[in-house]
């Protein structure tokens, strides 16, 4: 009997982890198929130059990202200063297994990283710690940036009702600081560590440090919302009032695609929710357009920003290897 559950339960998740790929891919294809005639008849205006912009922040924001999780895993270890040698080799491991998220699961990209910790000297609990603890840093990073351009969205509501969304900004703002503040996220990590079976969650932290690295997901948050506006730019329809909100879409986007679990890495679902966020102020076909193609510029810029690492180590540190 538990032979058959067990292989019930296995069952189960490749169906889920098949479905989460082939049902967003498959809603998606049709549609295109659905808007094929409103594509074709938009008159299309590219501008290589912005595409270009979109590659360069797109290969920022992965540094940026690989830079966190190398500070983070230098912080957990314990050390008091930041140790170069360790952070350089962090953030090549990181980019090295970066890739690995598409495939479904959004797990593997974290294991693949406890294969390097011979060669970080760290353990691989610290390694998964730190793992663990960045996705969660990244999601309340993303998070304060959609909470702060929400006040500047194009919509009628909020046009209408400024100052409602002035106090409605301050209190999401002050929500999300006090959420990370020890006492508050301290519990919550151990509460999730205890229902996930994951007591490396548990983190000594002070809340200048918490603030500190979420201030460096913001950034990245921000830097990939900028990719997007120079994808949009590309398109021939960037105007500089619509930035904020531009940003504030891409890191909403991201939050939503990222929590849908089963996809990996948001495959479909974050491209549906931007294009649903973009179509406020932009014809539909730019939209559509702009959400796939940003997915395309953002894998690029994965390679580009392992490219780039690479021969930055090479030149800057060269005992790094």
């Keep these: 009997m538990s032979g058959d559950s067990s292989t019930f339960g296995r069952t189960t998740k490749s169906f889920l982890k098949f479905a989460g790929i082939i049902i967003p891919l498959g809603a998606w294809a049709f549609f295109l198929f659905k808007q094929f005639d409103q594509l074709q008849a938009h008159e299309w205006n590219i501008s290589i130059p912005g595409f270009t912009g979109s590659l360069f922040f797109s290969t920022l924001y992965f540094l940026t990202l690989a830079l966190g999780w190398a500070l983070l895993l230098n912080s957990m270890v314990g050390e008091k200063y930041i140790s170069k040698l360790l952070v350089f080799k962090a953030m090549h491991a990181w980019l090295l297994t970066i890739m ?61 009702q400024w100052f409602l969304n002035i106090l409605l900004f301050m209190f999401i703002f002050v ?35 918490i603030i500190r690295f979420v201030l460096i997901y913001a950034l990245a948050a921000f830097t990939a919302g900028l990719a997007l ?51 406020l102020i932009y014809p539909l076909p730019i939209a559509i357009v702009a959400s ?28 790094a290897h």
Aim: positive net charge.
């Design 292 to 319: 796939l193609l940003f997915r395309v510029v953002c894998t690029l810029g994965e390679f580009a920003a392992v490219v780039s690492f690479l021969g930055f180590k090479r030149l800057a540190y060269p005992g």
């Design 175 to 209: 929500l999300c600081l006090s959420v990370l503040h020890p006492r508050i996220l301290g519990p919550l990590l151990r509460w999730a560590g205890a229902r996930l079976n994951r007591p490396e969650l548990n983190w000594d932290f002070d809340y200048k440090t």
């Design 229 to 279: 506006a120079a994808v949009i730019a590309g398109l021939g329809e960037f105007k500089a009032n619509n930035l904020i909100f531009i940003i504030g879409s891409s890191a909403l986007a991201w939050v939503v695609g990222y929590l849908s679990f089963i996809t990996p890495s948001g495959l479909g679902v974050r491209e549906g929710v931007l294009t649903a966020l973009l179509a």
């Design 100 to 160: 690995s998220r598409y495939l479904p699961g959004n797990v593997w990209h974290v294991l693949s990283r406890m294969a390097f910790a011979d060669q970080l000297n760290v353990g691989r609990l610290q390694i998964l710690s730190a793992s663990t603890i960045e996705q969660v840093l990244a999601v309340i990073g993303a998070m304060l940036i959609a909470a702060v351009s929400f006040p500047f969205w194009p919509l009628a509501v909020i046009e209408q």
